[in-house]
């Protein structure tokens, strides 16, 4: 049972316009959540993360938007730069258990320039 | 900054072979992780410990094995590689100091069995 899911496997966006990659989840005791990108032959770097006491959290040009109620979570970059092409992870971990991170299959996410 | 190193980035073994993939952290982390990367399937936990000497098992662990002797080293054993466990294999260490769950992952090393 996939507990983290990133339905769209890739998305295409035109430099300068929003990016917004979405993740859903299913299990209720998760309480942590992070972004992860990618780029290939290289391990995933750490983006931003969000605690589930917030609703949004912002770091630049990239902000975490959670909807606990419909445990969804997005991630929005503006404006998208074609540096940003890259898989995006989502990640979601709870408190109080392992320290373990539950990721979900990846966005490719490809920016035009 | 954290620094997790990987023994290879690239390797290509031969069906039935031992496969030894190395990972070290510099940052004293307590946890360490094995992690496997396939198209269309995202990261898939193999085993991941959270002492010395101490190990659990993740998503995927058959056919795999680990050992961690020092803080710093986790190491991935293929006790007898096959084809199907050609991929991209990630290690990452963390600390439940930090309190964000955030894992620090290697470079990665792609294994291919032949």
């Known amino acids: 049972d996939q507990q983290v899911k990133q339905n769209s496997p890739s998305l295409s966006v035109q430099e300068g316009r929003i990016s917004i990659l979405n993740c859903d989840y299913t299990n209720s005791m998760f309480d942590y959540f992070l972004w992860y990108k990618k780029y290939p032959a290289e391990g995933p770097t750490f983006l931003i993360s969000i605690s589930s006491i917030k609703d949004k959290n912002e770091d630049g040009r990239f902000t975490v938007f959670l909807n606990k109620s419909a445990k969804h979570l997005s991630l929005h970059i503006v404006p998208s730069q074609p540096g940003d092409s890259a898989v995006y992870f989502c990640a979601a971990s709870s408190q109080g258990g392992s320290e373990k991170l539950v990721f979900g299959k990846g966005t490719k996410l490809t920016v035009n320039p | 900054d954290v620094k997790v190193t990987q023994s290879s980035r690239y390797l290509v073994k031969r069906t039935g072979e031992k496969v030894f993939l190395e990972c070290v952290q510099d940052m004293d982390h307590e946890n360490m992780f094995w992690y496997r990367q396939d198209p269309g399937l995202g990261l898939r936990l193999i085993y991941f410990?959270?002492?010395?000497?101490?190990?659990e098992k993740g998503d995927i662990p058959e056919g795999y094995s680990v050992s961690r002797e020092k803080k710093e080293r986790f190491s991935l054993i293929l006790e007898s590689a096959s084809t199907n466990q050609t991929s991209m294999y990630l290690c990452?260490?963390?600390?439940?100091?930090?309190?964000?769950?955030?894992?620090?992952f290697g470079p990665g090393t792609r294994l291919t069995v032949t």
């Open positions: 410990s959270y002492d010395v000497k101490m190990k």
């Open positions: 990452a260490s963390s600390s439940p100091r930090g309190g964000t769950y955030e894992q620090y």
